[in-house]
């Protein structure tokens, strides 16, 4: 099937956290939605069945509770009602937003996803209704092309999102679409939990999900793409990511991934937004990738060669155990906790560049808290051991490399990020002897990142 996102550089109120009418509301998010309707006719033109927007894309971000109200739309979280709000504008006040949406989907004859800010009152008697007497909900609209509402979801994993509130229970939610089957949905910060991002695509066994984000990069193992493509990777299912455009904030970084190839946006230097259209296969329940295994080799004991020495950095806010990668080839061991992380590696030329190996095992704290479980293979920001884990973008060395740890969870995101922010693919990846591995013979670029990001999902 054929399926657009959009990364979007939404215009923003100048600010936030003003109080203004739901006119003056209307006004701004209009400017952003006379956008959207020209990537949607573009895309339809392009033959796009299917178009996904980002997170926060049509009202921006930073609001308090009270001043994102005016932004708000009603809707009905329910099954129940059938409605078109193209067709039947009058049914419900404040739903002029969700009008526009259909009215897209209608007109050009597509499946849209677009998130939007939305309210839903509730009664004291309810003991999670905030004291204000509504809910408020960062809500992924789905649209089919009829301009029927055909799904909401409302995100359950909020990222410092003091406007919104968490749903009382976690939302499951799918379309159905005659090309390509059933959709599941979920957003941003959601991809890193089981519920109710794994959860989902286990229940139902999806192999389709759309996913709007506002996601702020950081290097080596969060970037948008990297983690995407990780994912579609992992659960052997096509992601239709859009991200926003905002390189001043770290936010960029959109594509459209099925686990064996990605069409991918990642663009830090330029402004504006950017329209992606590809053209993939529907992976069916059986659908089997073709990435199963070899026997990774494993760390020669005997020998009394001088072995490198360990050192401690901070990565991703959590505190790395690293081995140095040095010389043209390999094999090398890091532990801590119960996980011990291997590589066997080899490279075409030597470089100046400085590569390490981490292993991190333990909850991570910052900006949300979560167990992780992590073998990485980074190239460090400079020559010295306490430069690895800064942000690098660039690499020149081409390295042959197998990286292999006795992960104790069964969720795992093999990384594989090349120079310029780029992806590439490994050649093998699976379980053997109770080891996750990742192997690849030259990579197509300069590597940057090579990593089994693993989450325990019951240590968090």
């Not at 004291?124 to 909900?137: E, L, N, V």
């Amino acid at each position: 099937y054929v399926a657009a996102v959009y990364e979007h550089e939404s215009i923003l109120s100048p600010n936030p956290t003003a109080l203004v009418d739901r006119q003056t509301a209307l006004q701004l998010m209009g400017r952003n939605l006379d956008i959207y309707e020209q990537q949607v006719v573009a895309a339809a033109r392009q033959g796009a069945q299917i178009i996904v927007f980002p997170e926060d894309g049509i009202h921006g971000f930073n609001f308090t509770r009270s001043s994102i109200y005016p932004y708000l739309d009603f809707v009905l979280h329910s099954h129940s009602v059938k409605w078109n709000p193209c067709r039947e504008p009058y049914l419900f006040n404040d739903t002029e937003v969700l009008q526009r949406l259909s009215c897209m989907a209608l007109k050009n004859k597509i499946f849209l996803v677009a998130n939007l800010g939305t309210k839903q009152p509730c009664e004291h008697a309810d003991p999670h209704c905030p004291p204000d007497g509504r809910y408020q909900f960062n809500t992924n609209a789905a649209f089919s092309d009829d301009g029927m509402l055909v799904a909401t979801y409302r995100k359950h994993n909020l990222y410092f999102e003091y406007a919104f509130d968490t749903p009382p229970e976690p939302d499951y939610k799918l379309f159905d679409t005659p090309f390509a089957g059933k959709f599941g949905m979920f957003t941003c910060f959601d991809i890193l939990f089981f519920e109710p991002a794994v959860n989902l695509i286990r229940k139902y066994n999806l192999k389709q999900v759309v996913y709007p984000t506002a996601w702020m990069n950081q290097l080596p193992l969060l970037s948008a793409v990297e983690f995407q493509q990780a994912f579609a990777t992992a659960f052997n299912v096509n992601i239709l990511a859009a991200n926003i455009h905002h390189p001043s904030l770290g936010m960029t970084g959109s594509g459209i991934y099925t686990p064996v190839k990605s069409f991918i946006y990642h663009n830090m230097e330029s402004y504006g937004g950017k329209l992606i259209v590809a053209e993939i296969p529907v992976i069916t329940p059986d659908y089997k990738t073709s990435l199963e295994s070899k026997t990774p080799g494993r760390v020669s004991e005997e020998g009394n060669e001088q072995l490198p020495p360990l050192f401690y950095a901070e990565m991703m806010y959590d505190n790395f155990t690293f081995i140095p990668v040095w010389g043209e080839q390999g094999e090398l061991q890091v532990c801590a906790n119960t996980l011990c992380c291997y590589l066997n590696y080899q490279r075409a030329v030597l470089s100046n560049e400085f590569y390490a190996l981490g292993v991190f095992d333990g909850l991570h704290t910052v900006h949300g808290t979560y167990y992780v479980q992590a073998c990485a293979l980074v190239k460090c920001g400079g020559l010295s051991f306490s430069t690895c884990g800064e942000e690098v973008t660039d690499a020149t060395a081409v390295i042959d490399f197998q990286l292999w740890g006795n992960m104790s969870t069964p969720y795992i995101f093999p990384l594989l990020l090349t120079s310029g922010i780029t992806l590439d693919f490994a050649d093998h990846m699976g379980w053997k002897n109770n080891h996750y591995f990742i192997s690849k013979n030259r990579t197509s670029s300069g590597l940057l990142t090579a990593a089994l990001y693993g989450r325990w999902y019951e240590k968090d």
